[in-house]
């Protein structure tokens, strides 16, 4: 049974950082993307940030650019983002996922996690 969980979330103050991790099991995931997504209340899920599997190619929401920075750890099939200089927008509960290459995130090969919530008090 193919399992993503995230964890690292809570509550911190604006300006503050954190580190979400997400391990991956269940399943080879050799070759796949990984990635954070959020969705705050009321609002649809969006990118955060995604890796390839070589970690060459990374795309970042333009909100996070220069603030998040993802990396992964294929040996352990873990992807984390670290998140400074957080604002209070950056609210949301943050769902980690990981798909083939030869798909896209909207795809139904794509595994997500639970989803874990990020709180930023002003």
């Known amino acids: 049974q193919v399992q993503l969980v995230e964890s690292g979330g809570g509550l911190v103050q604006a300006g503050g950082s954190l580190r979400l991790s997400c391990a991956a099991s269940?399943?080879?995931?050799?070759?796949?993307?990984m990635g954070w997504f959020r969705q705050a209340p009321g609002k649809e899920r969006e990118r955060v940030a995604t890796i390839s599997w070589s970690a060459g190619t990374t795309i970042y929401a333009d909100s996070v650019k220069g603030r998040f920075t993802i990396s992964r750890d294929n040996a352990k099939n873990a992807v984390y983002p670290q998140m400074s200089s957080l604002k209070p927008e950056d609210t949301a509960v943050y769902y980690c996922g990981a798909r083939p290459p030869t798909t896209v995130w909207t795809s139904r090969l794509a595994y997500w996690g639970q989803g874990t919530q990020v709180t930023i008090s002003s």
């Open positions: 269940g399943r080879t995931f050799s070759g796949y993307y």
